[in-house]
């Protein structure tokens, strides 16, 4: 980056009558005309990420990070009379859902600060996901249009589009790529189609809806889509540099496959090889099976896609035998390795008339790894039990990260001060530093307790801002933000709040700390039961803080359209992180890693990274409730009623506010369903929400009251800080590069 020049040019912007969407093309152009070249794909061995979602957040502020052109940039706009935070109106580019999206946009943030050659494909969504309205506490869906702010930060390749064919159609791939900044530029490559209406509807919406044939299919048609382009991108690169023998293409190419969306890659790899290349199919399957990896982020039945064979057939009829021949070869070598037929069909590839891209993923990759220690002792010992038993090496853990760049040092300067202050800077280039800051002076604590007052500030004048809503800054707050599912468990936290908030009343907890519970989630909009919810929060909310005889001491707030900014705010202004899903359902979260390292304490459940969280920043600084898988394996064995648990009181008073009048769901009769949910029906609280929702209560009233000793608290806070650089995603990448990669 010619900074000097970057910087140069900047003081000779001519700000006059400019709008602020002018002033952020303007600005960001410069910074891209001196950030200097992309890295190449393939002159040397690089790893290259597939992914349906990079959520990659506002770009503005952090790429200027990157580019070590952040604070000068604020100075001189200063000077012109213009505040750098006038950008936050420049919207994110959310072209994720969330977890494994904002994920992929980590790793390839913590490649680059690394140096290490890690390049994403994805697609260039015209839409990402949805804005987030409420009316009358109900989410509405609005479209993101955030091209309309232009899109500076990407440089179109005209050269290099592509024709994608699929039985029916075929539309051209333009790519767009985006750097990534950081010791070296990778580059995230965003697929656009284009040609007829029809095609440019495959890059138009994130996860079109896809309760209907048309949008499943439209999802197979977007898989394919940019694997395929991806696929023949490296494989021309390949040819270019080092000719047709493709035994070496493992040598300078590794292809990690983000879930179930991409695997459909494999198939387009060998058909390209076998059709435009010629090579044997058995050859083409043994390069594959030295070039892919999985990561499997979910055992969720659902997000595990498998495709019905019409619908290939339709429009991929050569990937459809494709991948039927794999399915033959797979089977046949389950067995030479020990299986028996039915359990090779455990693993089947292609049974009933069903694609299970999971076990093509399983079957083919050279690795496969889950994402926090429980998860992939689930995937060996239950999901992929025939698999692990066959080929135990390919599977192995690695525990999801945060990019500590983003999650810390831009989100929270004030907190990355002090700790420049305490241990000195050298944590920023090598994390593991930041495990100096143990063994804290009374001082440093003091420090903090006043960078968190600083931060929550902050936040409170910004929810002031959006949501309308004023929140003392003496209240403790609690914070829940993350996607809207039932194995979160927002209702838990909600049925809670609700025991809160009658024991307040009834004057059995009148001396409750103050305190305050944001939720921030958006709900897939055709999940009826997570849009339920969020109107008995926003129900919830508006009750309680409408009640003077309680709204001293607490307080709700759903903070609209929650996402990647939004959660910077957060994370750094919030003292206790909700982690409260059900024992063994969380894959890994993430948004706990972010809060850690912003020394919020986590109150969770025995669930995905929660344990490792605990396990680094100990069992004392953090606040653990709930029923262990273990332990909901039991229960469930020895038969669950739920029932039984509203037989206490406040359990009974704060579920029955579901039926009794208390809310109003406007007659649509949504949450009597979601109480006959609970406690009728085959399967009643299935994610065992009152079996938790005791030990839950308890626990929010011990925080509470820790709290009152804020010294105290703060020092727990700042272990976790102290602790948390394990969960940044420099570790995993490391780890990937290492153990997977070789790179
Ligand atoms: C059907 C809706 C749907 C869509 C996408 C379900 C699941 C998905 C993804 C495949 C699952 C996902 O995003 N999983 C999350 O991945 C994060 C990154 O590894 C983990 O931290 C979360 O625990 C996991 O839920």
Redesign the pocket.
């Given at each position: 980056m010619e900074k000097t020049l970057f910087l140069h040019d900047l003081e000779e912007l001519d700000i006059q009558n400019k709008d602020v969407i002018t002033l952020y093309n303007e600005i960001s152009a410069l910074a891209m005309k001196h950030a200097g070249n992309m890295d190449e794909f393939g002159g040397y061995k690089c790893a290259y990420y597939l992914s349906m979602e990079f959520l990659i957040g506002r770009s503005f502020y952090n790429n200027l990070m990157e580019l070590g052109v952040l604070e000068e940039t604020k100075k001189i706009l200063a000077l012109k009379g213009i505040d750098i935070n006038v950008f936050e109106e420049i919207e994110d580019a959310a072209l994720g859902?969330?977890?494994?999206?904002r994920?992929a946009a980590c790793f390839l943030d913590s490649a680059a600060g690394l140096g290490l050659p890690l390049h994403g494909f994805g697609i260039r969504y015209k839409y990402g996901l949805f804005k987030q309205a409420v009316e009358n506490g109900c989410q509405v869906e609005l479209p993101d249009d955030w091209q309309r702010f232009g899109d500076p930060w990407s440089v179109r390749r005209d050269s290099e589009k592509r024709v994608i064919e699929y039985a029916d159609m075929r539309v051209y791939a333009v790519p767009y790529d985006m750097p990534v900044f950081g010791e070296k530029t990778n580059r995230l490559r965003l697929y656009q189609a284009e040609g007829d209406a029809g095609a440019e509807k495959i890059s138009e919406y994130l996860?079109p809806a896809d309760d209907t044939d048309e949008g499943k299919i439209l999802r197979l048609r977007q898989e394919y889509f940019f694997s395929a382009a991806a696929v023949a991108d490296l494989v021309e690169c390949y040819v270019k540099r080092h000719g047709k023998n493709f035994e070496k293409f493992p040598e300078y190419n590794v292809i990690q496959l983000n879930?179930t969306h991409p695997v459909i890659a494999v198939a387009e790899f060998i058909r390209l090889l076998t059709t435009e290349y010629r090579k044997k199919f058995t050859d083409a399957l043994n390069i594959a099976k030295r070039t892919f990896a999985y990561t499997n982020?979910?055992i969720?039945p659902?997000?595990l896609e498998c495709w019905k064979e019409e619908y290939v057939r339709k429009i991929l009829p050569d990937i459809a035998e494709i991948m039927i021949k794999i399915s033959v070869f797979a089977s046949r070598e389950y067995q030479s390795l020990g299986c028996t037929k039915e359990q090779a069909l455990e693993m089947a590839i292609f049974k009933g008339g069903k694609f299970y891209m999971a076990n093509l993923a399983v079957y083919v990759a050279k690795n496969v790894n889950g994402?926090a220690g429980l998860h992939t002792e689930i995937l060996k010992n239950r999901l992929f039990a025939t698999a692990h038993k066959t080929y135990p090496q390919k599977f192995m853990n690695k525990t999801?990260g945060v990019t500590h760049r983003r999650w810390l040092e831009l989100c929270n300067k004030e907190l990355a001060e002090l700790i420049d202050k305490t241990i000195g800077n050298g944590w920023r280039k090598d994390i593991s530093l930041l495990s100096n800051l143990n063994g804290f002076t009374e001082n440093t604590v003091n420090g903090f307790i006043e960078v968190k007052k600083i931060k929550k500030r902050q936040l409170l004048k910004y929810i002031a801002e959006k949501e309308g809503m004023e929140i003392p800054e003496n209240f403790l707050v609690f914070a829940q933000v993350k996607r809207l599912h039932e194995y979160k468990r927002q209702l838990m936290t909600a049925f809670a709040i609700l025991e809160l908030y009658y024991g307040i009343k009834s004057g059995k907890l009148s001396n409750l700390h103050p305190c305050v519970f944001i939720f921030g989630a958006k709900s897939?909009p055709s999940y009826k039961r997570a849009k339920t919810i969020i109107r008995f929060i926003n129900a919830i909310a508006d009750k309680i803080n409408s009640d003077a005889l309680t709204n001293g001491r607490l307080k709700v707030v759903f903070v609209r359209n929650y996402n990647v900014s939004y959660a910077e705010k957060i994370v750094a202004g919030a003292d206790v992180s909700l982690q409260v899903s059900t024992a063994g359902l969380?894959?890994?979260?993430?948004g706990n890693m972010k809060f850690m390292m912003n020394g919020a304490v986590t109150c969770g459940t025995m669930d995905?990274a929660n344990i490792e969280i605990v396990e680094r920043a100990g069992l004392e600084n953090n606040y653990i409730f709930g029923a262990t898988v273990e332990e909901l394996a039991n229960i469930k064995k020895a038969g669950y009623n739920p029932a039984v648990c509203v037989s206490d009181p406040a359990h009974k008073q704060a579920v029955e506010t579901l039926t009794d009048g208390t809310f109003s769901d406007g007659g649509s009769g949504e949450f009597k369903e979601l109480y006959e949910c609970l406690l009728h029906g085959e399967n009643p609280d299935g994610y065992f929400v009152l079996h938790d929702l005791g030990s839950y209560v308890q626990t929010l009233i011990s925080i509470c009251n820790d709290y009152v000793n804020n010294k105290k608290f703060a020092e727990k806070q700042l272990i976790n800080v102290a602790n948390s650089a394990y969960f940044s995603s420099d570790r995993t990448i490391k780890e990937y590069a290492e153990h997977i990669w070789k790179i």
């Open positions: 859902n969330g977890g494994l999206g994920l996860y879930d982020h979910t969720l659902e997000a994402v999801n897939a969380e894959a890994s979260g993430t995905g």
